[in-house]
C-alpha cells in the first residue's frame, strides 16, 4: 500500500531564511504525481507545487522548490526567504492512478507545522 | 470563480442525529472527493466519485453515505453521529487527467467543514 510520511510534526524558521520539508513515499508504481499542500489557519488548503514523477527536472514556483529523489522515494520541499505569511501546516501528497480507468486517488502525510519567526 | 463550495462551515450534533455535508463545484469537474482531518493527523478518504452515478469508498467510509446525482454536487450523509465523526471535513474536485493532458492538474478544495458531535 502506498504511504506518505512527514518526520517533521513541527518547523521553525526565521524571516528570510530557508527551510526544508520533509517527505518520503512508499510504491511500486513508477508514473505518479506528487504534490505539497498549505493550510494557513483559515483552513483553506492551497496547491504549493507539484512533480510528475517521469520529470527529472525539480519543479519550482518563485520562493518555492523541490528536491525530488525518485529512488529514494523523497520529495522534499525547500522554502527560499521565509516570509511570515508562509506560516501554515504544509502536507505532502502522492497520486497514482489505478489501473487504465482514469481513476486516482491522493494519499496525504500527517503534515508538518511551519513556524516563520520575526 | 466559486470553485468549491462546502455548506455549512460549522455544525454540532447530538449523537444519534443525522446531517447532509453539501458540496457544489462549478468547474465541470469529473472527480469529487470527501476527506475527514482529525487533529494531528493527514486526510483520509471517505468516499468519492469518478462521475455522475457512480461513487466508491475510500479508507474510512463506515458511519457514512453520499451520492453523486449530478456533476456539480457530492453531498456526504450522516445517518447516525457518533462522537468518532467530529472532525473538519473537506471536499475536493479535480479534472480527470493522464500524463498527456493534466498540466493543470491538481486538487480543489472547498473550505471546510469544522464538525463535532456531543
Known amino acids: 500500500a502506498q504511504t506518505v510520511t512527514q518526520s517533521q510534526p513541527e518547523m521553525s524558521v526565521q524571516e528570510a531564511e530557508t527551510v526544508t520539508l520533509s517527505c518520503t513515499y512508499d510504491?511500486?508504481?513508477?508514473?505518479?504525481?506528487l504534490f505539497w499542500y498549505k493550510q494557513p489557519p483559515s483552513r483553506q488548503m492551497i496547491l504549493v507545487i507539484r512533480?510528475?514523477?517521469?520529470?527529472?527536472q525539480n519543479a519550482t514556483e518563485n520562493r518555492f522548490s523541490v528536491n525530488f529523489q525518485k529512488a529514494a522515494k523523497s520529495f522534499s520541499l525547500k522554502i527560499s526567504d521565509s516570509q511570515l505569511g508562509d506560516a501554515a501546516m504544509y502536507f505532502c501528497?502522492?497520486?497514482?492512478?489505478?489501473?487504465?480507468?482514469?481513476?486516482?486517488?491522493?494519499?496525504f502525510g500527517t503534515g508538518t507545522r511551519l513556524k516563520v519567526l520575526a | 470563480n466559486a470553485g468549491v463550495t462546502q455548506t455549512p462551515k460549522f455544525r454540532i450534533l447530538k449523537i444519534g442525529q443525522s446531517m447532509t455535508l453539501q458540496c457544489a463545484q462549478d468547474?465541470?469537474?469529473?472527480?469529487m472527493y470527501w476527506y475527514r482531518q482529525d487533529p494531528g493527523m493527514g486526510l483520509k478518504l471517505i468516499y468519492y466519485?469518478?462521475?455522475?452515478?457512480?461513487?466508491d469508498k475510500g479508507e474510512v467510509p463506515n458511519g457514512y453515505n453520499v451520492s453523486r446525482s449530478t456533476t456539480e454536487d457530492f453531498p456526504l450523509r450522516l445517518e447516525l453521529a457518533a462522537p468518532s465523526q467530529t472532525s473538519v471535513y473537506f471536499c475536493?474536485?479535480?479534472?480527470?487527467?493522464?500524463?498527456?493532458?493534466?498540466?493543470?492538474?491538481?486538487?480543489?478544495f472547498g473550505s471546510g467543514t469544522q464538525l463535532s458531535v456531543l
Open positions: 512533480q510528475e514523477a517521469y520529470k527529472q
Open positions: 466519485s469518478v462521475g455522475a452515478g457512480i461513487t
Open positions: 475536493a474536485s479535480s479534472r480527470r487527467g493522464d500524463r498527456g493532458g493534466s498540466t493543470n492538474e491538481k486538487l480543489f
Open positions: 510504491t511500486s508504481e513508477s508514473d505518479y504525481y
Open positions: 468547474m465541470n469537474h469529473n472527480y
Open positions: 501528497a502522492y497520486r497514482r492512478m489505478l489501473g487504465t480507468s482514469g481513476t486516482y486517488k491522493y494519499i
